[in-house]
């Protein structure tokens, strides 16, 4: 069984800065792409940044500049590092891989985290 387990939500103040972390557990051959999405009240779900295994990094446009994905491929973890806050970046951070293999039989499937609330106050 495959788990992602985020860390590092909570409420900060505009301006300020917060970490997450997403390990990903259990039986893991590769992963190719680990991502962070997020949920604002009453709005669907958006990408926020995306990595690939070689580093390739996909960021939308509202974090650029501001949120630095990365990822450690020996601890099938990836990192947001997110500076400078604002009140719209209030939301569920969802931790999120796709084709992650088992086994060299696997075709790979993703997998969701549970989410992290982020909170940023103005």
């Known amino acids: 069984q495959v788990q992602l387990v985020e860390s590092g939500g909570g409420l900060v103040q505009a301006g300020e800065s917060l970490r997450l972390s997403c390990a990903a557990s259990?039986?893991?051959?590769?992963?190719?792409?680990m991502g962070w999405y997020r949920q604002a009240p009453g709005k669907q779900r958006e990408l926020v940044a995306t990595?690939?295994?070689?580093?390739?990094?996909n960021y939308a446009d509202s974090v650029k500049g501001r949120f630095t994905i990365s990822r450690d491929n020996g601890k099938n973890t990836v990192y947001l590092q997110m500076n400078s806050l604002k009140s719209e970046d209030t939301a569920v951070y969802y931790c999120?891989?796709?084709?992650?293999?088992?086994?060299?039989?696997?075709?790979?499937?993703?997998?969701w985290g549970q989410g992290t609330q982020v909170t940023v106050s103005s």
């Open positions: 990595i690939t295994y070689a580093g390739t990094t």
């Open positions: 259990g039986r893991i051959l590769s992963i190719n792409v």
């Open positions: 999120n891989v796709e084709r992650l293999r088992r086994s060299y039989n696997d075709r790979g499937s993703d997998y």
